[in-house]
């Protein structure tokens, strides 16, 4: 081999390794919400082949307030995200680099800089 290094192949799940908890959560939450729009539309395909023209209440009666509490779980992650990156004044972290480095142009012209 020489000194030559192998690099390992990464699965489809590595980058999962990295994420922080409430990020892998956010992720997970939206597997389920894809899943319950994927089996609501089963439900419909299925209700329009057995000509049922009813409302589909078990449905929405258990699925409207899952729906519900992903979107109050998903929106608290946003906001625990932003405060972490974020300083003490309200600043972001792009910017408060920025600001400590005199506002210097750093990238090239293929990468803009901060």
């Not at 699965?11 to 609501?40: D, K, Q, S, V």
């Not at 057995?50 to 209440?57: E, V």
């Amino acid at each position: 081999m020489g000194g030559k290094h192998l690099k390992r192949r990464k699965g489809l799940f590595y980058h999962l390794i990295h994420l922080g908890f409430t990020n892998r959560l956010a992720l997970y939450i939206m597997i389920f919400l894809a899943a319950g729009l994927a089996g609501g539309f089963y439900l419909a395909l299925k209700s329009i082949q057995y000509n049922y023209a009813g409302a589909l209440a078990c449905w929405t009666i258990v699925f409207t307030p899952i729906g519900t509490a992903a979107s109050i779980v998903l929106s608290q992650i946003v906001r625990k995200s932003t405060i972490e990156n974020s300083s003490a004044d309200g600043e972001g972290i792009k910017y408060a680099a920025a600001k400590a480095n005199g506002f210097v142009q750093t990238g090239s012209d293929d990468s803009p800089g901060i």
